[in-house]
């Protein structure tokens, strides 16, 4: 599973990477320890009356599909094998999918002295993950965004510390991917999908990094220290 990533960035370096628009989310900050349930950019496109517009948004991580009750799963990984089909993601895999920006993400290894965090991550400054993303009205009236990361077997560093990876696009198939069109052949999508996280695989690497990493809820390690992401020797 890809349970926690860091994405370094600022709005204005994920604007131009990814050619959108501000949207609703020129308050972020870089992050190298992001959790479930926390706030974390996402590129998205919609039609409206014939226009497109690709923006980047501010999501919660963990989908809450709008029919979902408050207290429902918000799940925070599909996966690629029945993402097409689960009720779960059915609809959002159809028709709202999104990029989910990373520097890298974390897995652990269980060492005889406790869980040691590893730090994958590519050649490029920012990975494009795979996203499902579901819009709900809130009691308040306002939009809530959330999303999830589709996951794959892995075929990177992190086989040899966990046996899942996030699904990483390529260039030349984000606007495939981006494109706010419902998914009429799921098998093609599917396929493009393996096709292009083999690839970007191919380029992955990983290395340990401090246990503070562990601790995403003490206060104490601001989310924004870079050394979070820094080779350590074991």
Not at 4 to 30: C, K, N
Not at 36 to 52: K, L, Q, S
Not at 112 to 118: A, L, S, T, V
Request: glycine share 6%.
């Amino acid at each position: 599973m890809c349970g926690r990533f860091a994405m370094d960035q600022s709005t204005d370096d994920l604007i131009q990477e990814f050619v959108a628009e501000g949207g609703d989310f020129r308050d972020w900050r870089p992050s190298y320890n992001i959790a479930p349930t926390d706030p974390a950019p996402m590129v998205r496109e919609r039609e409206h009356h014939g226009d497109v517009t690709r923006t980047l948004d501010v999501a919660s991580w963990g989908l809450k599909p709008a029919w979902a009750k408050a207290k429902g799963p918000a799940p925070i990984n599909a996966r690629l094998e029945s993402v097409a089909t689960n009720g779960l993601f059915r609809t959002a895999f159809a028709a709202k999918r999104c990029i989910v920006p990373m520097t890298g993400y974390y897995e652990w290894q269980d060492l005889p002295d406790g869980k040691q965090p590893h730090f994958i991550h590519g050649p490029r400054p920012v990975l494009a993950a795979a996203g499902l993303y579901s819009a709900k009205k809130e009691d308040d009236g306002s939009w809530g965004l959330s999303m999830t990361v589709i996951t794959r077997e892995a075929r990177d560093a992190s086989g040899e510390i966990h046996d899942r990876m996030p699904v990483f696009l390529t260039p030349d198939v984000l606007e495939d991917w981006l494109r706010p069109v419902k998914i009429e052949q799921p098998d093609v999508m599917l396929a493009m999908l393996d096709r292009t996280s083999v690839a970007v695989a191919a380029t992955i690497t990983s290395y340990p990094v401090s246990r503070r990493v562990n601790s995403v809820r003490d206060v104490s390690i601001p989310r924004d220290d870079p050394t979070l992401i820094e080779p350590i020797d074991l």
